[in-house]
C-alpha cells in the first residue's frame, strides 16, 4: 500500500500513554513519524485502537428476537456478559458462541474450528477459561461470561492487550480474542499457583513461569500465522511484571532505502 | 445438530428421573465431547439432562484413609487440589498432561471416565462402525488401525479409550460411585468400569443406562512420592497419546515394595498391568528388571496391520516412566 495523506496521525499530539509506548517500542524520532504513517497507510492507527474499543466493538446489542414459529425447543435465557444482562428466547441447540456472535453483536469472540481444537472462541465463564463454541447457551444461566470486549476499562486497553500490540502477538488477528482471553485467566492460574504437565514436580508450589510453561498452558490456543514467539514474549512481560524490548522492529530509512534500490 | 429437549434438574433425585432409560437421554457434563459429537450428527439424543451443576463437587476424606472425588468437580480443580497433589501426584500428572486449560475448566471428572473413542472410524458417519451404528462392521480391523488397539479388541471393534485420568486412576485402583433412580447406590473397581468390545462394542461401560456417577473413590495414598505419567504423543502437547503409561511406586532403598501400573490407548479400556505389579514387588529397582517388566507387560499383544510398532513404543514408553518414577526423591 502506497503511503498517502501522512498527516493526520503524525501531526496529531500524541498522549502521554501513545508517547509511552512509542518509547517501548524503541521509536523515536524520524523513525516515529515513519512508524505513524505507516500505521496510518496500512488503514489502523496503533493510536486509534483505544478509540475502536470504546465506540465500536464494547457495545452489544440485541439482535431482533426470532420468530418464536422459527425454534424448536425455546428456552428463556438470561445471559451475563461483560457486567450486563441480556434475557433471550433460542433454540436448545444454541451455543454460546453462536448467542454471542449471531444474537448480541458481540463478535470479538471468532468462530475457528467450532468443535474445540482451536481456542479462538475461548471466553471467561465465571473466571475460568472455557470454549464458547462447546458450551451450550442453555448451560449458561447465573453465571458471569467476560469476553474479549469486556477486558479493557473504558480505553484503558487490559494490560494483556496492550502487551501483545506491544510484542507484536499476531499477523492476521483471527485467534487474538482467544489467545487474549486465554493469557489473562493464565496469569489468575499462575497466581492460585496452578500446576502444568511440564511442572518438574506437580507437589512443588510454582509462581514463577518460565516460557515453557507458558508455552504448554497455552497449547489450547492455537495460531495459524505462527506467532507463538511474540505471545509468549508479551505473556512473560505481563506476567513477570519486567518490561522487554519487542524482538521486531521496522527498517529504517536507509535499510528501506537500499531495499528500494536493489535490483 | 439434531433438536433435542434441555433439562436443568437441580438435585440427583431429579437427574435420574427425567432420564428417560434408553439411548434417546444423554446426561450432560462439561459437553466437550457430547456436543461436539452432536455437531458431528455421531450422537442424536433426544434428551440432553444437565447435570455439571449438581452438587457433587466436594474432594472429601473417607473414613477407611482415602480420598472422595466428586463426579461434577472440573478436572483442573481436581487435579489442582491440595490434597490430590500432596498423596496422588501421579493423577494430578495424568490429568494435566489432557486437552487444555480451558477443556479441562469444563469437562467433569464423571465425563472424562465416560468420553467415546477417538477412533476415526466412529467419528465419520459415512464409514462402518460397530460402536456407533451396531452391525456396520469395523472400518479399522483392517483400514487405517495405526492408533487402534493391540490388546482385548475384537473382530467387531478395536478402538482405544482415550482418557489419561483413566489410565492414573486403574493404576491407583480406584472405584466408581453409581446411583440409580430408585436411590440405591453401588460401587465399581475401576478395572471393572471400563469393558473390552467383544460383539457389543456400542458399549463402553457396564454402566446400566440411566444410572449416575456421583464420585471416584481412591484408596488410600500409596505412591505419593514415585510417580510418573508418560505420555508419547504425535506433538508436546494438546494431543491424545499414541501410548501413555502410568507408575506409581513404593519404595523402601532401592527396593519396590508395591507398583501400581498401567497403559493407555492400547485397549478399549485403560490396560491394568496387574501381573507386572506382581513381578515388580520385591524387585530392586534397575534398568534390567524395568525391561523385564516392559517385556512382560507386552508379551499379550496382538498388532494389527498398522499399529506393530505401539509394542516397542509402548516398552520404552513404560521403561521411562518407571525409571523417572523410581529417580524421584
Known amino acids: 500500500m502506497k503511503p498517502s495523506n501522512q498527516s493526520a496521525s503524525s501531526d496529531r499530539e500524541l498522549g502521554k500513554d501513545e508517547e509511552q509506548l512509542l518509547d517501548d517500542l524503541g521509536i523515536f524520532g524520524q523513525s516515529r513519524r515513519t512508524f505513524l504513517n505507516q500505521m496510518s497507510a496500512a488503514g489502523i492507527s496503533l493510536m486509534a485502537v483505544p478509540y475502536f474499543t470504546s465506540d465500536m466493538f464494547a457495545q452489544a446489542s440485541k439482535a431482533p428476537d426470532l420468530d418464536p414459529e422459527s425454534l424448536l425447543n425455546a428456552l428463556e435465557v438470561n445471559l451475563k456478559i461483560n457486567g450486563d444482562t441480556y ?10 458462541l453462536d448467542a454471542l456472535r449471531e444474537r448480541l453483536n458481540l463478535t470479538g469472540s471468532k468462530k475457528g474450528c467450532d468443535h474445540g481444537q482451536c481456542g479462538a472462541c475461548t471466553v471467561l465463564i465465571d473466571g475460568k477459561r472455557k470454549l464458547s463454541c462447546l458450551t451450550l ?27 501483545f500490540l506491544k510484542h507484536d502477538g499476531f499477523q492476521c488477528g483471527y485467534c487474538t480474542p482467544g489467545q487474549i482471553c486465554s493469557a489473562v485467566s493464565l496469569l489468575d492460574e499462575a497466581k492460585r499457583g496452578e500446576v502444568s504437565y511440564v511442572t518438574k514436580n506437580v507437589k512443588d508450589e510454582v509462581t514463577q513461569l518460565s516460557d515453557e510453561e507458558i508455552r504448554e498452558r497455552m497449547s489450547g490456543n492455537i495460531c495459524r500465522c505462527g506467532a507463538y514467539n511474540n505471545i509468549v514474549q508479551a505473556i512473560q512481560e505481563v506476567h513477570s511484571g519486567k518490561a522487554e524490548m519487542p524482538r521486531w522492529e521496522f527498517a529504517t530509512e536507509e535499510e528501506l532505502e537500499a531495499s528500494r534500490t536493489a535490483e | 445438530m439434531r433438536p433435542f429437549q434441555f433439562h436443568s434438574p437441580s438435585n440427583a433425585a431429579e437427574a435420574l428421573q427425567k432420564h428417560t432409560k434408553d439411548q434417546k437421554t444423554h446426561y450432560l457434563g462439561g459437553g466437550t465431547n457430547l456436543i461436539d459429537l452432536m455437531k458431528e450428527d455421531v450422537e442424536r ?41 500432596k498423596n496422588y501426584p501421579l493423577l494430578t500428572m495424568a490429568m494435566l498432561s489432557a486437552a487444555t486449560e480451558q477443556i479441562r475448566n469444563m469437562a ?9 473413542t477417538r477412533c ?16 456396520s462392521g469395523c472400518g479399522a480391523l483392517n483400514g487405517a488401525n495405526g492408533k487402534s488397539a493391540i490388546f482385548g479388541w475384537s473382530e467387531s471393534c478395536v478402538a482405544t479409550h482415550p482418557s489419561d485420568m483413566c489410565v492414573a486412576l486403574a493404576a ?22 471400563h469393558r473390552l468390545p467383544g ?5 463402553d461401560t457396564t454402566l446400566e443406562i440411566g444410572e449416575l456417577i456421583t464420585g471416584i473413590e481412591l484408596p488410600e495414598s500409596q505412591f505419593p512420592d514415585h510417580y510418573y505419567y508418560y505420555k508419547v504423543r504425535e506433538r508436546s502437547s494438546y494431543a491424545f497419546a499414541l501410548v501413555s503409561a502410568a507408575v506409581g511406586l513404593k519404595m523402601s532403598g532401592n527396593t519396590i515394595t508395591k507398583a501400581g501400573l498401567a497403559i493407555g490407548k492400547v485397549a478399549h479400556k ?5 501381573k507386572v505389579e506382581n513381578f515388580l514387588a520385591g524387585k530392586e529397582a534397575t534398568l534390567e528388571n524395568f525391561e523385564a517388566a516392559a517385556d512382560l507387560a507386552f508379551e499379550d499383544a496382538q498388532p494389527l496391520s498398522k499399529n506393530a510398532y505401539k509394542i516397542e513404543l509402548g516398552k520404552k514408553t513404560l521403561v521411562q516412566a518407571l525409571v523417572r518414577a523410581a529417580a524421584r526423591s
Open chain 2, 172 to 193: 491407583l485402583n480406584a472405584k466408581v460411585h453409581v446411583e440409580k433412580e430408585d436411590g440405591s447406590s453401588r460401587v465399581i473397581p475401576f478395572t471393572e468400569f
Open chain 1, 137 to 163: 447457551s442453555a448451560t449458561c444461566k447465573d453465571k458471569q461470561i467476560t469476553t474479549v470486549e469486556g477486558l479493557a476499562q473504558g480505553t484503558d486497553l487490559h494490560p494483556v492487550q496492550a502487551a
Open chain 2, 108 to 116: 467433569t471428572n464423571g465425563g472424562n471416565l465416560l468420553q467415546r
Open chain 2, 199 to 203: 460383539d457389543r462394542p456400542e458399549k
Open chain 2, 270 to 274: 485403560p490396560w491394568k498391568l496387574e
Open chain 2, 45 to 85: 439424543p433426544d434428551h440432553l439432562v444437565e447435570v455439571a451443576d449438581l452438587p457433587f463437587k466436594e474432594i472429601s476424606k473417607t473414613a477407611n484413609g482415602g480420598l472422595m472425588l466428586g463426579a461434577t468437580l472440573n478436572n483442573t480443580d481436581t487435579a489442582n487440589h491440595s490434597e490430590v497433589r
Open chain 2, 120 to 135: 476415526p472410524y466412529y467419528f465419520e458417519t459415512s464409514m462402518p462402525c460397530n460402536k456407533r451404528e451396531p452391525g
Open chain 1, 87 to 96: 434475557p433471550l428466547q433460542i433454540d436448545s441447540r444454541m451455543t454460546l
